[in-house]
């Protein structure tokens, strides 16, 4: 990674499902294209010699050990629905190894969501447990400084709940959302790099699809473009090549740098 660059790496770009989706033998979930193979959705943000995550996700200890990821700094959570925290408990080696906590940043209400399903972690107050060691820090809609990189919360739509987008200086990722408010639209103009979801083509009460983000992508004009929480309704290499040259899809292991924020 070039100095002064952020490097972005696709842990995950399926959908909650994963791809291929158990019990189908549809086309894509038995492609031999590797890029059909989809896990959970999640990025990894590099800066600085600093590993920031978002979301756990329940691949996130296979996603960890095919980048060989040695560090965790930092996670963000969009929210807390089961394909985006269940690898929270997969922090612990992170824990050993770092001989420190891990700072947790999200919604009140996400993060509230997430002290709930894993109440074994925040009830547990024996400092020898062997249970994930997390610092919360709830998020007001401000920006907050990680580590020197500025990262902006944006609120997005997920049906009748609401998610967390991020926008990290020129880039910003954006999954699981049906809408875009506009006050959220007016934070993500002059974009290098925007990941959007994309589920598939047929409308969904929940996700955007490919025509939704394609308008989103026509409002914001980012240079590049990157659809992600992709189901098996969408082959990888004959949707791309319905796509715009600078809209591509996610894949797991692609690796984006951008530069960073001045």
């Given at each position: 990674?070039?100095?002064?660059?952020?490097?972005?790496?696709?842990?995950?770009?399926?959908?909650?499902?994963?791809?291929?989706?158990?019990?189908?033998?549809?086309?894509?979930c038995?492609?031999?294209?590797?890029?059909?193979?989809?896990?959970?959705?999640?990025?990894?943000?590099?800066?600085?010699?600093?590993?920031?995550?978002?979301?756990?996700?329940?691949?996130?200890?296979?996603?960890?050990?095919?980048?060989?990821?040695?560090?965790?700094?930092?996670?963000?959570?969009?929210?807390?629905?089961?394909?985006?925290?269940?690898?929270?408990?997969?922090?612990?080696?992170?824990?050993?190894?770092?001989?420190a906590?891990?700072?947790?940043?999200?919604?009140?209400?996400?993060?509230?969501?997430?002290?709930?399903?894993?109440?074994?972690?925040?009830?547990?107050?024996?400092?020898?447990?062997?249970?994930?060691?997390?610092?919360?820090?709830?998020?007001?809609g401000?920006?907050?400084?990680l580590?020197?990189?500025?990262?902006?919360?944006?609120?997005?739509?997920?049906?009748?709940?609401?998610?967390?987008?991020?926008?990290?200086?020129?880039?910003?990722?954006?999954?699981?959302?049906?809408?875009?408010?506009?006050?959220?639209?007016?934070?993500?103009?002059?974009?290098?790099?925007?990941?959007?979801?994309?589920?598939?083509?047929?409308?969904?009460?929940?996700?955007?699809?490919?025509?939704q983000?394609?308008?989103?992508?026509?409002?914001?004009?980012?240079?590049?473009?990157?659809?992600?929480?992709?189901?098996?309704?969408?082959?990888?290499?004959?949707?791309?090549?319905?796509?715009?040259?600078?809209?591509?899809?996610?894949?797991?292991?692609?690796?984006?740098?951008?530069?960073?924020?001045?």
């Open positions: 990674m070039a100095d002064g660059q952020l490097q972005i790496t696709v842990l995950g770009s399926g959908t909650s499902s994963g791809v291929p989706t158990l019990g189908c033998n549809c086309r894509v038995h492609s031999a294209d590797p890029r059909d193979r989809r896990l959970r959705p999640s990025i990894l943000i590099q800066w600085e010699g600093r590993n920031i995550l978002i979301d756990t996700t329940p691949d996130f200890r296979q996603q960890a050990l095919r980048e060989n990821i040695e560090r965790i700094d930092a996670i963000l959570y969009t929210h807390a629905h089961a394909d985006h925290i269940l690898g929270l408990d997969d922090l612990r080696p992170f824990n050993y190894k770092q001989q906590s891990i700072p947790i940043y999200g919604s009140e209400e996400t993060l509230g969501n997430i002290q709930n399903v894993f109440r074994y972690v925040f009830e547990n107050h024996n400092p020898k447990a062997a249970v994930p060691k997390v610092d919360v820090h709830v998020l007001n401000s920006c907050v400084d580590f020197g990189l500025p990262v902006q919360p944006v609120r997005l739509k997920h049906g009748k709940g609401v998610t967390n987008g991020y926008r990290f200086g020129p880039a910003a990722y954006l999954t699981d959302h049906s809408e875009i408010p506009q006050d959220t639209l007016d934070r993500l103009h002059g974009l290098d790099l925007l990941f959007l979801d994309a589920l598939r083509h047929r409308p969904h009460p929940t996700h955007s699809t490919v025509a983000s394609l308008e989103t992508v026509a409002v914001l004009k980012p240079k590049r473009a990157f659809f992600t929480h992709i189901s098996h309704d969408l082959p990888h290499a004959e949707t791309e090549a319905s796509l715009p040259e600078n809209v591509r899809l996610s894949y797991d292991g692609l690796r984006l740098e951008v530069a960073a924020p001045k």
